[in-house]
Every structure is written in structure tokens, then in C-alpha cells.
């Protein structure tokens, strides 16, 4: 993969390759909270600050309209989403990323995927035409549920 300035200073490397050491460590076959955990102890071993399970409120101009919940922010400008899946990662889990991404304004994010044979990742930066990909934020979204209809 070509070097690519994206405003991190590497950070993004780093990240990569603390996935790596916990990917060489525990190999695939484990949940994605095991891989994250694992991830936030390579992390905090290089130095490298993080949030995990960070809340995020999510706004639509000045309203802000729910939560998501982060994996991994790191450095308080890195979104790291992390999946444990047995299959190549498809547009749903990058899609994810574009939709934490545009709707939090930050502009870096990363899917690790712990569940192959060898780490598979990819970085990811919001897109251009960012409202297509707001209307998707209702998928990821925390927030009170409706109540269940009460029977007569």
C-alpha cells in the first residue's frame, strides 16, 4: 500500500501495527471484543492515547440526533472500527466507517479485520458528497428506544 499523507504523521501506521502484534498473537477465531481489548493493550504499550467504546454524539447541523459508539478513537481524531470476520471486509463495514466518519466531522479511519488468516485493513477518509452517506447514521445510532404499544 503507497505512503499516504492522511494529516495523521504516521499515526495511522502505528495503529496498523499494533493490530498486527495483537492479530500475531491471537490469531483468528476469537470474538471482536478480544481483538479490541488486545488492541487497546498494544496501544497503551507504544504510548499511543485512546478512548475505547467511546460515546460520540452525532449532529445534523446544530441537532444533535444520537450516539455511536465508538470501538477506538485514537488520539481524539482516528476512528478504529474493529471487526472479527472470517470473509474479506465488503462496502457495509467500510460503509460504517463513512457514515462514523461524516458524522462526527473527523476526517481518518481505520476497519482492522482480526478474523482471517493475516490482518486485513483498510483506511478510510469521508467522502466528498457527504450527504448520502448521513442519511445512513440511523443505522448506528444509540439512543432510547421506542416504548412496546400497550394492549387493550
Not at 481483538?35 to 478512548?51: C, H, K, N, R
Not at 471486509?89 to 461524516?102: C, F, R
Amino acid at each position: 500500500m503507497p505512503l499516504v499523507d492522511d494529516g495523521t504523521g504516521g499515526l495511522t501506521y502505528r495503529i496498523i501495527g499494533c493490530a498486527m502484534a495483537a492479530h500475531n498473537t491471537l490469531g483468528p477465531g476469537l470474538r471482536e471484543e478480544h481483538y479490541e481489548d488486545a488492541l487497546a493493550v498494544e496501544l497503551a504499550s507504544a504510548g499511543i492515547t485512546f478512548q475505547q467504546q467511546k460515546p460520540v454524539e452525532v449532529f445534523y447541523g446544530e441537532t444533535g440526533v444520537g450516539l455511536v459508539i465508538l470501538d477506538l478513537l485514537v488520539a481524539e481524531r482516528i476512528i478504529v472500527e474493529v471487526k472479527a470476520r472470517p470473509w474479506l471486509l465488503t462496502d457495509d463495514e467500510v460503509g460504517q466507517v463513512i457514515t462514523y466518519l461524516t458524522g462526527t466531522e473527523l476526517n481518518v479511519g481505520l476497519v482492522l479485520n482480526f478474523g482471517r488468516k493475516s490482518l486485513e485493513f483498510k483506511r478510510i477518509f469521508p467522502p466528498k458528497k457527504v450527504e448520502e452517506f448521513r442519511s445512513r447514521l440511523g443505522r448506528y445510532l444509540v439512543g432510547p428506544k421506542e416504548p412496546p404499544p400497550v394492549r387493550q
